[in-house]
């Protein structure tokens, strides 16, 4: 049976297999409201919630031990987290379906939630790591652009504030924040609904997913922008906290983020 299809400001897609998929213009209040939502998902499944957190908390906190003398390979690895914190979100995609569906939350299925729709996510995983792999490349034009070779030289009593505190290592950071706002912003668009409409329907290819992601954030330029920038503060936060603020930061924007895909689209079963 065909589901009812909001009233509201809609587009309508269609896919290669001729699925009939609607997007929806939402405004920048409900942002609020999926941050609630994200909320209550915690509150409601708070075991899988926390193990999700710790987990990326441990991993922000291992990577800054091992490169906290590196500056060029610490800000490009935060550049990563944030590009890939869609895809490293589909475990508690899972678990939000499952509190939807009024069912206990099952970690174990969660972790492996990619395996229903496997070869479109390999697919969506080989796009994230070829921009990765590009801007990876980026990172040391920039340094050479800068011309300094201090770039690599950390005072170790001041960490990673002794870069940013000298004239080179401001320079750098200009650059590399303008070159890592304009890419991030473009595997926002390509990833903000691909991943969760992959779980939603495996029917959807990962090619389709992406161009519907793109036309999306164009159709919610406003509300997508500040939801992004939103995400990208709230996971420099758990970045800056070495991983402590992401023990609650990561549940709650991969709930969040599950509920702001449930308001913009809407698949024609």
Do not use: C
């Not at 587009?11 to 998929?21: D, L, P, R």
């Not at 920048?28 to 908390?57: C, E, N």
């Not at 990563?80 to 939000?96: E, H, K, N, Q």
């Amino acid at each position: 049976m065909a589901q009812v299809i909001s009233t509201q400001n809609t587009h309508h897609h269609y896919t290669e297999s001729g699925e009939h998929i609607v997007s929806k213009d939402v405004g920048v209040a409900r942002i609020g409201t999926w941050l609630k939502q994200g909320w209550m998902d915690i509150a409601h499944a708070p075991l899988a919630s926390l193990f999700y957190g710790v987990l990326m908390a441990f991993t922000v906190y291992a990577v800054h031990a091992v490169f906290k003398n590196e500056p060029l390979m610490l800000f490009n690895l935060s550049t990563f987290f944030i590009m890939l914190t869609p895809f490293l979100a589909t475990g508690l995609y899972a678990i939000s379906i499952n509190l939807s569906k009024g069912q206990k939350p099952d970690l174990s299925h969660s972790m492996f939630a990619w395996r229903k729709n496997t070869t479109e996510f390999a697919l969506f995983a080989l796009v994230l790591g070829i921009v990765i792999a590009i801007w990876g490349r980026i990172t040391p034009l920039i340094a050479a652009i800068v011309k300094s070779n201090s770039l690599l030289i950390v005072n170790p009593d001041m960490g990673v504030m002794g870069f940013i505190a000298s004239d080179s290592g401001m320079t750098f950071m200009v650059y590399f924040l303008i070159g890592a706002a304009f890419v991030s912003a473009f595997v926002f668009a390509i990833s903000v609904v691909t991943i969760p409409l992959l779980l939603r329907d495996n029917k959807v290819g990962v090619i389709s997913a992406m161009v519907l992601s793109f036309k999306v954030a164009m159709e919610n330029k406003l509300t997508m922008a500040v939801w992004a920038v939103l995400i990208a503060s709230l996971i420099t936060l758990g970045l800056v906290t070495l991983g402590l603020a992401m023990i609650v930061v990561m549940p709650l924007l991969g709930y969040a983020s599950w509920h702001a895909f449930n308001d913009l689209i809407e698949v024609d079963d």
